[in-house]
């Protein structure tokens, strides 16, 4: 905990602090832990370990910021030519299917400017090539977004440690490109694992077809391109989306459906099992079988977390411990950490160890029946069925009441099915769905896959009928406002207390873990503009009205949902818009005026009844007015240096503006191709 907290500390600053203060921190840890060893006080000794922690975390987010740092790609809008190679086939994002790109060149920019990665979003329809294939296309490329409101998560930290440094859209499919040179080892080896990979879930989609075969191939190699938006839409809204990404669960059951089988196997040979250690030599199959998995999976920020997790978990088997304790909990989340520091701001670290947390400190608590010697076969059968009904409630509970604060702080949804949804799927996945893919992707290779995989389409559709049902029931999904940043810093800690304390004393974190829920939320903002000032939408009631319903929907729904409010077209009545901008009318809630045109002229006119009418003037581009009766005019140069803002009526009539760059300081993935260079 302290370790974590030392990491967070770290990426909460708003500036940048001196690679000497990494160097700092970490001899300042040695000496606590120095001191530690020579204490004799237990307190003292306790105090200073956690201290020690907590600086170790603080040097160790700066020394993972320095090894990863690298070029950024610069804002601009001038189409590039892009060559290199397929490194992977990434996650479809809002505007279809994306490559990630290794790039040898960039239109005419330096070497040392060129980002190690670049992530493409292909056109509609477009084919698709294999990992490892060289390609060239025209592409706008720009940076990793920014937040879409001020205090929303940062997806360009989390591309800035994926080494992710531009984000493009391609203009021209991608054509075969003659490199002339072979790509460094590191990469050609990755390009061709991810290869099979690849291969691999276009075998599984053409043997179970779209409808089960995408589900099937992202569950088994990471690849989420095949699955249809309308079922990850109701698996979404029914609580399961955590399925499809590779996690706990997947390695869980890989791991623990090898272990088992190695152990059943050892043990119907007598002759080895009165020789080896059954238990151990499972564990060891166990080990290769995570491992594999991973290396099958692509190895995505959470399935690695997952695969340390059960990693340490059979390594507690091979030297004589407790495989499911806190303390092996503890040492993978260190183990992570250690890797990793940024993973502390990513929900899925925060969600999965919480999880895994209170599902371990149930275990410990769950009571243990005396087993009858004598009980007739019935009688034990109905005892075994509630018992594992019993467990599974409890664990979906708990379970869901320990990641509950994190998806609403995060995701802002709660989905008001998801226990019974999850209920229903688990005995498929854990019996059925799971063993059967990891058979098949193991036969496939040599054509005796189909029945297995033929099994795991059964049950996906078994899976896809259950999400579709909990999707389409009444209410299925709640929008719940984000709350004050603390508040869920405090409900971590609240979780955590109640999962590590003994007595009764568990209990006074529980307040705590309840922050995010019983706090009260902050005042919504009366309009919000995107980062580049290209659209807005405004408050009315608990409905925030959308003034260009088709543009930047998802940054406008993402804010939507962290106010609580629910997003809709804005009538004509309230909004006359045409092609390039919007003038306020009678019905606005905001006399807000906003022009998103970059170099076309607007209607004559137009600028002069924009700010005639509203008290708010957006402009997209740099133009703006020499005189203006609107008390507040925003320009292009005002977006870029302070991105997304939330706008606020004060009680005298003027406007109070929060920018998300004010919030996220300035870091190294936050201000342009170098900060050290400015």
Not at 289 to 297: H, I
Not at 427 to 432: A, E, K, Y
Not at 473 to 502: D, E, H, M, R, Y
């Amino acid at each position: 905990m302290a370790f974590g907290l030392g990491a967070a500390l770290y990426f909460a600053l708003l500036r940048e602090p001196l690679p000497g203060v990494a160097w700092a921190a970490l001899a300042g840890a040695a000496i606590l832990l120095a001191a530690a060893g020579r204490s004799n006080r237990r307190l003292l000794t306790a105090a200073l370990v956690l201290a020690a922690c907590g600086l170790g975390g603080f040097g160790m987010g700066k020394v993972r910021t320095e090894r990863v740092w690298a070029p950024i790609a610069p804002a601009q809008a001038v189409p590039q030519r892009v060559e290199g190679w397929v490194v992977d086939v990434a996650s479809p994002g809002e505007g279809g299917q994306r490559l990630l790109i290794a790039p040898s060149r960039i239109g005419d920019w330096a070497p040392g400017a060129t980002p190690i990665r670049i992530r493409v979003t292909l056109r509609p329809g477009t084919p698709i090539p294999s990992p490892g294939a060289p390609v060239r296309l025209l592409a706008i490329v720009n940076p990793p977004p920014p937040p879409a409101s001020p205090g929303a998560y940062d997806f360009a930290r989390d591309a800035f440690f994926e080494s992710v440094g531009a984000v493009g859209l391609a203009l021209t499919p991608p054509a075969t490109w003659e490199a002339g040179r072979e790509p460094p080892w590191r990469l050609r080896l990755q390009m061709q694992v991810n290869a099979v990979r690849w291969a691999l879930s276009r075998r599984i989609v053409d043997e179970l077809g779209a409808e089960t075969g995408g589900l099937a191939a992202a569950m088994t190699t990471g690849h989420e391109a095949f699955i249809p938006r309308e079922q990850a839409e109701n698996l979404r809204a029914a609580g399961l989306a955590h399925i499809v990404s590779i996690s706990g669960l997947h390695m869980a059951i890989v791991g623990g459906f090898a272990f088992a089988a190695a152990r059943l196997a050892i043990a119907t040979w007598p002759w080895l099992a009165l020789r080896v250690s059954g238990k151990k030599v499972a564990a060891v199959v166990g080990l290769a079988a995570v491992g594999g998995y991973l290396v099958l999976s692509g190895a995505p920020p959470p399935a690695e977390r997952a695969a340390v997790t059960a990693g340490v978990a059979f390594l507690a088997i091979l030297v004589d411990r407790q495989a499911i304790s806190l303390h092996a909990l503890a040492l993978a989340a260190m183990a992570v950490m250690l890797m990793h520091p940024e993973a502390v701001t990513e929900p899925g670290f925060q969600m999965s160890f919480a999880a895994t947390a209170a599902l371990v400190a149930l275990a410990e608590r769950w009571p243990r029946p005396v087993k009858e010697i004598n009980a007739p076969w019935p009688i034990r059968a109905v005892q075994a069925i509630g018992a594992w009904v019993a467990i599974s409630l409890a664990a979906s509970l708990v379970a869901g009441l320990a990641t509950g604060p994190f998806a609403m702080q995060h995701f802002n949804r709660v989905s008001t099915w998801g226990l019974a949804a999850n209920l229903a799927v688990a005995p498929i996945s854990s019996f059925l769905m799971m063993p059967a893919l990891a058979l098949g992707a193991t036969l496939s290779p040599i054509g005796l896959g189909d029945a297995p995989l033929a099994a795991a389409g059964f049950a996906i559709e078994l899976m896809n009928r259950v999400a579709a049902t909990a999707a389409a029931a009444p209410n299925a999904q709640l929008v719940v406002p984000s709350g004050a940043a603390w508040t869920l810093v405090a409900a971590f800690l609240g979780i955590l207390w109640l999962c590590l304390w003994k007595g009764p004393l568990r209990w006074a974190g529980a307040p705590f873990a309840l922050a995010v829920l019983l706090v009260p939320k902050p005042v919504a903002p009366d309009a919000w503009i995107a980062a580049d000032g290209s659209t807005a939408a405004v408050r009315q009631g608990q409905t925030a009205l959308l003034l260009r319903p088709d543009a930047k929907l998802f940054g406008a729904g993402l804010w939507a949902r962290r106010r609580g409010l629910t997003p809709e077209p804005a009538p004509a009545q309230a909004y006359a818009c045409d092609r390039w901008s919007c003038l306020p009318g009678a019905h606005g809630p905001v006399r807000l005026a906003n022009a998103w045109n970059l170099k076309r002229p607007l209607k004559p006119g137009r600028i002069e009844a924009m700010c005639a009418s509203a008290e708010v003037l957006v402009i997209r581009n740099d133009e703006r007015p020499a005189a203006c009766r609107a008390s507040l005019v925003l320009s292009g140069e005002d977006f870029r240096k302070g991105g997304a803002a939330e706008l606020y009526r004060q009680a005298d009539g003027s406007w109070r503006v929060v920018w998300a760059q004010d919030l996220r300081g300035r870091r190294p993935w936050t201000w342009g191709p170098d900060p050290r260079r400015q």
